[in-house]
């Protein structure tokens, strides 16, 4: 069974500061999506993943993906109140099934 | 163009009832796929539809069924209802989950006691 660990579960930070959420599976990924989830809504797709070491940036947000495919971070620069959410990663393994990991809750205080 | 709906949003039910949840997918998506949310486990797959087919299916008792419609409309259905089956349903479309972008609906909060 493929699995997908994130980390930090919680983040709490300072409108301003810097953070960066972890994604890491012993399995390979042929591709590797993010998500963010706010209160009473679905999941919105932010990002897709595809080749080992690729970097992509979303305005303040930074996505890569490990060389081995394995792993993946998101890097938030200067964060505001309005990125407070769940962020999810996602991985398609080949199997044709999604697997998510449990998600890291993020809280950006004013 | 309208986004992926779900009805009802919240529902209450009691152990051993069943229980029918629907999704209308975006126009022109084919693809529906299933998942159940928990604080627990997380984001879990429960089963694809494509084209009126199961596609795929996920690791849950035969007491998680689902059905596609000549429409692309799905409802997704729960039999024999545990305490465990407490739980936040989200249903995506897309155009073909295999190669496109799902989009997820607000989900529906379902609630055993």
């Known amino acids: 069974t493929q699995l997908l660990e994130q980390s930090p579960q919680f983040l709490s930070i300072q409108e301003g500061e810097n953070l960066t959420v972890y994604c890491n599976s012993s399995s390979v990924f042929s591709s590797l999506q993010w998500y963010r989830q706010e209160p009473g809504e679905g999941p919105v797709l932010l990002v897709t993943?595809?080749?080992?070491?690729e970097v992509k940036k979303l305005k303040r947000l930074t996505f890569q993906f490990g060389d081995a495919r394995k792993d993946s971070s998101l890097h938030i620069t200067a964060a505001q109140p309005g990125d407070t959410g769940l962020y999810l990663c996602a991985g398609d393994g080949g199997s044709e099934k999604l697997v998510f990991g449990k998600g890291t809750k993020l809280t950006v205080n004013p | 163009k309208a986004g992926v709906t779900q009805t009802p949003r919240y529902l209450i039910k009691t152990r051993g009832q069943q229980v029918t949840l629907s999704c209308s997918p975006i126009s022109g998506h084919r693809s529906v796929s299933w998942y159940q949310q928990t604080p627990g486990q997380g984001l879990q797959f429960l089963f694809e539809?494509?084209?009126?087919?199961?596609?795929n299916k996920g690791n849950f008792p035969g007491r998680f069924s689902g059905r596609q419609f000549s429409n692309s409309r799905s409802e997704m259905n729960v039999s024999t209802l545990e305490l465990g089956d407490s739980a936040l349903y989200l249903c995506a479309s897309s155009r073909d989950r295999l190669t496109d972008t799902q989009y997820f609906g607000p989900g529906t909060r379902l609630t055993v006691l």
């Open positions: 539809y494509f084209s009126e087919t199961q596609r």
């Open positions: 993943v595809v080749t080992g070491g």
